[in-house]
Every structure is written in structure tokens, then in C-alpha cells.
């Protein structure tokens, strides 16, 4: 291995990482100097449970209108953040657990994950393009961040091997990419798993509190909506 990937792979990875820790932790103090509103209608339903569903949200399609209409939706949804999960893992053990990868059948899930994960991010990109739906909501954040991620899923295929004796560009690549995730992410949209803890709490609480939370079975009406 030349020095030149030793560093990118350790030195340049943690500076990135400090300086997304640094932004991160400069947000959430300034998000945190807002109060929050109060409820000060009578208590329908419970805020508690409309916490733990709102939390839960995510693993539960069947809550979700747009997965319940479009099933597929949600399991393109799985797969691209399971890559990201594999990615961002790799990162992690590539440097510093080299050995991890020298089991044949570990590099194959990652890359499957990995490759599944840049097919639906491919689709998501074409779907963004050619849908004018998407186009009137989209963004140039948008576009960016879904062909950078799907470009950087592409890159961890080819790095998994870690056979930096035959080749070093495909680590190169790997690693010079989530750098620029690593600078980038905080200041644009995917930066929105920051939120998710604080956002799905206050809209649970809340919604909990109004007895919409969590939603009725069978077609009922949410509590204090009759």
C-alpha cells in the first residue's frame, strides 16, 4: 500500500469525519436554543405512544400512504439506506481491519448490497429526470446527491476486494468520494438523518397528544377527528 492511500484512508478520514462532527454539533446547538411549542388543548390520546409510532415510522410501510400505494417504493427505500449502511461500514473496517475482508463470501454481501443499492439508486436518478412531478420538486441538491451516492456505491463494488497489490485506484476512489461525503453531506439534504431523532419526537408528541397518533385500524377515524 503507497503512503498516499494510507493517508486517505486514515488521516484524511478522520479529519473529514471531525469536520462533519464540528458542523453537526454547531447545528444542533443552534437548533436547540428554540423552545418548543406547548399543547395547550385537552390531552385526546397519548403522547408517549405517539412518540414510540413516530419513531417507529420507518419500519412500518403499511403507515406509510406512499408505500402502501406503491410497495416497491419502500423496498427501494431498504435497499438504498442498507447500502449506505454497507458503504459506510466498509469505510470503517477497510482501514483498519483489512483482514475482514479477506473472506470471500463478506466481500460478495457487501458488493450485492452495494451493487443492489446503486440499481435503485440508477432508478431513483431516472425517476427524478423523467418524472415531471419529481422535476417541479426537485432540487439541484437533488440531483447531486443521488448521482454522487449512486456513483459512490458504484466505486465500493470495485474497492471491496481490497487488493490494493493489484490495483490502488479503486480504493483511491472509494475513499476520495466519502471524503467529499464526509464535507458535502452536512450541508446538504441527506443530512436529514440529523434531524429524524427530533423531528419524529415533537411530531409524535404531538400528533400523540391530538389522539392521531398512532393511526386507527380498520379505517377509524383517529381519535378527536369524529
Known sequence: MSEFLRILEDEVQIVAL????????????????????????????????????SMMNVAMPWAMESAR???????????????????ITATLILPYWPEFFESEPIVRIFQLFMGAAFAVGL?????????????????????????????????????????????????????GMTTLFLIYVPFSKISHYLYYPFTRYFLGKTMGHRGVFPRKKGGEKPAGLE
Open 123 to 175: 432508478i431513483r436518478l431516472i425517476r427524478r429526470i423523467t418524472s415531471p412531478v419529481m422535476r417541479l420538486i426537485s432540487t439541484p441538491d437533488d440531483y447531486f446527491s443521488v448521482a454522487l451516492l449512486t456513483a459512490w456505491f458504484a466505486a465500493g463494488v470495485f474497492a471491496m476486494p481490497n487488493q490494493y497489490e493489484v490495483s490502488e485506484w479503486p480504493l483511491i476512489l472509494f475513499f
Open 69 to 87: 400505494k406503491n410497495l416497491s417504493f419502500y423496498v427501494q427505500f431498504v435497499i438504498f439506506h442498507l447500502g449506505v449502511l454497507m458503504a
Open 18 to 53: 471531525a469536520f462533519m462532527a464540528t458542523v453537526y454539533t454547531i447545528r444542533l446547538i443552534w437548533m436547540f436554543r428554540f423552545k418548543a411549542g406547548k399543547e395547550i388543548t385537552k390531552p385526546v390520546g397519548s403522547p408517549r405512544v405517539g412518540v414510540a409510532y
